[in-house]
């Protein structure tokens, strides 16, 4: 389908036409200049003759020898006519977005104004529907936002194809990168709509979450890639349902924090590698701050991968210290003693203890296996909780990019992260395309269903499951390929083939030149469905709808229930259950026969 049409059929009834950039007329610009465009300019000639005749043009003709007849009916377009309305256009597009905007946040503060006086079911409902309907104008925003973004692309994509000799596209989209109704950050809507939500919910602290007599419970974790232009619709899907977990900045309360982790490893990667094979006892450790300044308060966290069917599961365990203490730990050097001693929390003896433990494991560990900062993931993190309530927990990563923390000089490990104004090279930072939605899930007594909220999430088509991903495992595969010696699944996926070239990780990659594979060596080759958006040779990205690990076909790009075809929703599971329970339990369902269900 040409944009032409797109945007013809996503033109918003509410806006009009004339809201949306002009893409025809700019393209109708294009076409007139590029019959008289002249051939690229001499940039090594620093001198020009009055007297000379103008240079042929793109298509090696004197723009002169045009026929008359292909000149009356052009209208008198030139190279400045197109800029000038490609400034205008933008400008529109510009105020038209904030003037939206501004009027969303003044229903918002209608609403807000009278949640306290409402005493009634009827009164709820109604200040949820106007809710609601705040919540789609802003969904319409950024369709609309997006629309036009794509739009202002394709057309300066087609610019300087048809005009080779005076390129922009680079000049106008890093200009809109700059622009407010690009960069302008709107979470404040995101915030105010949950506190709606959460006040018409009467959500209330769990402060007791263990009174449940039954032991038997479920715990699950499943992350999923979720496209960007699909981000907002998330957000609002889980806000619906959990408040967000507010965030104090400079400027007031966002819905999102810098998340920043430097992980450790060592020359031999071992610790990627035991994490990537899954080895039992295979431990990651980071230090972690948050926040977009420099760290005050660290992290050290070390987390275990435990097989369940041995009967433990997966641990994540942590203790604070201040940023001078980084070198300290890191050396070998922190004085756990003293500081058990001067520790004034209240700490029971038991608690004191494991402190100990876990400090003396992790410092011996570093030392013994001499570990250095290897890597370094660094996110803006949305996170979803009913506070005290792990019974549904939810975290959204995104502007995800993951920074090599090699090749500077650590200086006795006392500088254990990049200096942060230092310009990175291509191969020292990757950014992933994606956002990352992980879903924790505790389920307790004779219920083990989850929320049907969040089977209707998992079956909307905007999220796609990707078993075990890691962002500590996917940044050294991508920036450390020579000293890798086996690589995730995931990186076949068409979708993230790009930004890993983009960071000259390509060694990783399968040469597309060969058609007998568009995949590298292992699962791949045999369940080629564990790739969301298909590979170099099937690349889905624009067809592919999302899906979880029973929805084989769904990635195909059928939908649910289209043209005869089975309904391929997703059905919740514990992604810790043994294959052989999982096989069973589908053995009967002839659509997932060859699907690997033990992802």
């Avoid at 949820?128 to 036009?148: G, H, M, P, Q, S």
């Avoid at 990707?466 to 450390?480: P, Q, T």
């Avoid at 086996?486 to 076949?492: A, L, Q």
Wanted: net charge negative; glycine share 6%; charged share 25%.
């Amino acid at each position: 389908m040409k944009f032409r049409q797109h945007l013809r059929e996503n033109i918003a009834a509410e806006y009009g036409t004339d809201a949306y950039l002009a893409y025809e007329r700019l393209d109708e610009i294009i076409r007139v200049v590029s019959q008289t465009a002249p051939a690229s300019a001499d940039l090594t000639n620093r001198q020009v003759s009055l007297s000379m005749p103008p240079p042929t043009n793109a298509q090696g003709v004197l723009p002169t020898a045009r026929s008359r007849e292909s000149l009356e009916d052009s209208p008198d377009y030139t190279d400045e006519t197109f800029l000038k309305t490609m400034d205008e256009q933008m400008a529109k597009v510009e105020s038209f977005t904030l003037e939206q905007v501004t009027i969303l946040r003044s229903k918002l503060k209608q609403v807000e104004g009278k949640l306290s006086s409402v005493t009634t079911t009827k009164g709820s409902s109604a200040i949820e529907k106007e809710t609601d309907k705040i919540a789609e104008d802003f969904l319409r925003i950024e369709k609309y936002v997006n629309i036009n973004f794509m739009g202002f692309h394709k057309i300066l994509k087609k610019h300087d194809k048809h005009i080779p000799g005076k390129p922009i596209k680079a000049f106008y989209v890093n200009r809109m990168h700059g622009q407010s109704w690009v960069r302008g950050d709107y979470s404040d809507v995101v915030v105010r709509l949950s506190s709606i939500y959460s006040s018409l919910r009467n959500d209330q602290v769990n402060i007791d979450n263990t009174g449940s007599t039954s032991q038997s419970f479920l715990r699950s974790t499943t992350k999923y890639w979720v496209k960007t232009e699909d981000v907002s619709r998330v957000k609002y899907a889980i806000l619906r349902h959990l408040p967000v977990f507010l965030q104090k900045t400079s400027t007031g309360e966002s819905d999102s924090q810098m998340t920043s982790s430097v992980y450790l490893d060592n020359d031999q990667l071992e610790l990627y590698h035991g994490r990537l094979d899954k080895s039992p006892g295979a431990i990651a450790l980071r230090l972690r701050w948050y926040g977009a300044g420099d760290p005050q308060v660290v992290f050290v966290e070390r987390k275990t991968h435990r097989e369940k069917w041995t009967g433990e599961v997966s641990v994540k365990e942590r203790f604070v210290i201040a940023e001078p203490e980084v070198h300290q730990v890191m050396t070998n050097m922190y004085d756990i003693a003293a500081k058990k001693l001067a520790d004034k929390s209240g700490k029971s003896q038991e608690e004191a203890d494991e402190w100990e433990t876990l400090a003396r494991e992790i410092t011996q560990v570093i030392s013994a296996k001499q570990l250095v900062p290897t890597m370094r993931t660094q996110y803006m993190r949305t996170a979803f909780q009913i506070p005290f309530d792990a019974t549904v927990r939810v975290s959204l990563d995104t502007n995800l990019c993951m920074i090599s923390e090699r090749s500077f000089d650590l200086k006795g490990m006392r500088n254990w992260h990049r200096d942060p104004s230092s310009v990175l090279a291509a191969n020292e930072i990757t950014r992933f395309p994606h956002a990352v939605l992980e879903v924790k899930l505790e389920l307790k007594g004779n219920n083990m269903t989850p929320p049907k909220w969040v089977t209707d999430l998992q079956n909307s088509g905007m999220l796609y499951e990707v078993h075990k991903f890691s962002k500590f495992i996917h940044g050294c595969a991508v920036m450390l390929p020579e000293d890798v010696r086996s690589v995730p699944y995931w990186v076949d996926d068409a979708s993230i083939r790009e930004s890993i070239i983009a960071s000259e990780g390509q060694r990783i990659l399968v040469d597309t030149k060969d058609i007998n594979s568009h995949v590298g060596p292992g699962s791949n080759q045999i369940y080629n469905h564990l790739l969301p958006f298909g590979h170099a040779g099937e690349n889905r990205t624009s067809t592919s709808v999302g899906r979880t690990a029973t929805s084989k076909a769904a990635s195909a790009g059928y939908t649910h229930g289209e043209d005869g075809q089975k309904d391929y929703s997703v059905n919740f599971y514990d992604d810790d259950i043994e294959d052989a329970e999982l096989l069973a339990s589908v053995v009967n369902d002839d659509c997932c026969e060859d699907t690997c269900l033990g992802w």
